[in-house]
């Protein structure tokens, strides 16, 4: 079986079931196939075949499912692409991938069209959304007048069928390759865990080029011809009236996210009864956050609680919406088809209630990195993958995920690699030594920070440096509090002891200067 087949089976038994609402546009399964085919036409027109990438970078629209489907279907890789990256970042990642073609929108295409043309021809990529932007050909270009696609492409659930890229503890984003496989199982889990149904409308609010909303929200639900409606961006105000209008049963979100929708509820009134499942990630969820939900959306007995990494497709562990209030700070057990142990340093399995490195088999894993072979072999080990996050198990199995081995920051739901924004803190002139941490944040999670030391003779202000950053780095990645020091931390062998920082940090809650503005969040 393919990911495709599950349009196909959807299209059949729920020919005219709405499968996407987007603000006043609604399509159903039958009318969303048809476009699907269509394009694959158009895409086969062009050359696209098994292997090749097909690239999107867009904000969240169903033309952005299309593509993938599409993509997957003629066995080329659907590769989404982050908008909130800037120039550097993003010709980075179209270097490495090379897609073949690439779906833009109004709102992406001038910062594409400044730097595209070095990786692709620009009749190559088409923008959605009506007036194209930097004279790219509109997207309906290729969907329009097509017939539907009557070919037969060979596909085994072996096969790739997405190229996701996510930040790593090195400065560069890796590209994660998932097959068929990975993501069919991916479903099955989660259909399974959170006991998903037919009949559910479905909210997919998170951005669509991670694999959280794109593998754990919209596969689940086009694979029971349920109903999905799409949100550009969160919005807490149109989320809450389109729950009450189009009487959403399924919210997702992560604690970013449902902080800031109960700062905007907060002594207002919505009838948000239809909703019966809620389901959070990315980060833990506090039990107070918890507490203020259930009040806001009264038909639900719990949050599920979802773990998971880009690696694993994404879904790890989920935590039973029964048990959200039982379990604090807790991710829950292993999903039914997944192996997880939690070795010491060693490789040995380690007593229960003690951290040790989660590791995880199954066939949800990843098929490797791409192009990059030493990372895969060093993170994928006689069939399991090494995740670098340090968990621990209680007496019921559950998992708490207590650390980072890796050196990451998560921040509003976003990964953020402390390593990729030292680099760019480098290259300012200013700047002699610099280490990024994060600290604890009510809203974000965690706060990017950066402790700098200046070069002798120079006082740069919290302003320049949170200035000269966002010109090279997404909004997410900017520190939001900026710390000037005469020395940093260090250890016997030169290393800085981030701990020492987020300590010293963490307790003082203050910067030299006003913190850069947040930029990150859902």
């Not at 959605?128 to 007048?145: D, I, N, S």
């Not at 099955?188 to 909210?203: G, Q, S, T």
């Not at 969820?285 to 639900?300: I, M, N, Q, S, T």
């Not at 690699?417 to 941490?437: G, I």
Request: net charge neutral.
């Amino acid at each position: 079986m393919d990911v495709g087949q599950f349009l196909d089976i959807a299209a059949h038994r729920r020919p005219r079931t709405t499968a996407i609402i987007f603000g006043k546009h609604r399509t159903t399964y039958q009318g969303f196939r048809d476009r699907v085919l269509r394009l694959m036409t158009a895409l086969s027109h062009l050359g696209v075949g098994k292997g090749d990438r097909v690239a999107t970078l867009t904000w969240n629209r169903p033309e952005m499912m299309e593509v993938h489907l599409a993509a997957l279907r003629l066995g080329a890789l659907f590769t989404p692409l982050n908008f909130r990256l800037r120039e550097e970042e993003l010709a980075y990642v179209l270097g490495d991938s090379a897609p073949s073609v690439l779906v833009t929108d109004t709102r992406c295409a001038d910062t594409l069209g400044r730097v595209v043309e070095d990786y692709l021809s620009p009749e190559r990529v088409f923008c959605t959304g009506g007036a194209t932007g930097r004279g790219f050909p509109p997207y309906e270009r290729l969907v329009e007048g097509q017939t539907p696609f009557r070919g037969r492409v060979n596909i085994q659930a072996a096969d790739p069928c997405q190229l996701l890229y996510t930040s790593g503890t090195t400065a560069r984003p890796k590209g994660v390759v998932l097959t068929h496989e990975n993501v069919l199982w991916n479903a099955f889990n989660m259909i399974h865990a959170r006991r998903d149904r037919p009949d559910d409308v479905a909210l997919v609010v998170g951005p669509l080029f991670h694999a959280a909303a794109l593998n754990s929200h919209f596969v689940p639900r086009l694979a029971l011809g349920s109903t999905m409606v799409i949100s550009e961006k969160f919005d807490p105000e149109e989320m809450m009236q389109t729950v009450r209008r189009e009487e959403v049963t399924v919210v997702p979100g992560n604690p970013t996210l449902f902080i800031m929708l109960l700062e905007h509820c907060s002594g207002k009134h919505y009838n948000a009864s239809s909703v019966r499942t809620l389901t959070s990630g990315a980060d833990k969820l506090p039990d107070p956050v918890k507490r203020a939900l259930l009040e806001l959306f009264p038909a639900c007995e719990g949050i599920f609680d979802v773990y998971g990494l880009t690696e694993c497709g994404p879904c790890v562990t989920c935590l039973d919406a029964r048990d959200s209030l039982r379990k604090t700070a807790c991710v829950g057990p292993p999903l039914p088809f997944v192996q997880v142990r939690l070795l010491d340093e060693k490789g040995r399995a380690v007593p229960t209630g003690n951290p040790g490195e989660v590791v995880v088999r199954g066939p949800n894993v990843m098929k490797g990195y791409y192009n990059l072979p030493e990372e895969t072999d060093r993170v994928l080990r006689d069939g399991w993958f090494y995740s670098g996050d340090l968990a621990r198990a209680d007496d019921e199995g559950f998992l708490y995920i207590v650390d980072r081995k890796k050196d990451m920051i998560v921040s509003g739901g976003e990964n953020v690699s402390a390593r990729e924004v030292e680099e760019v803190l480098f290259r300012h002139p200013d700047v002699l030594k610099a280490a990024v941490f994060g600290i604890p944040d009510p809203k974000w999670g965690e706060a990017v920070c950066a402790a700098v030391v200046p070069r002798p003779a120079k006082a740069p202000s919290p302003d320049a440096i949170a200035s000269f950053l966002k010109q090279r780095l997404a909004g997410y990645k900017v520190p939001k509090r900026i710390y000037f020091l005469e020395h940093l931390p260090e250890s016997g062998t030169g290393k800085v002891r981030k701990a020492d920082l987020k300590k010293m940090f963490s307790a003082s809650g203050k910067s030299s200067g006003p913190p850069a503005p947040d930029q990150g969040g859902p």
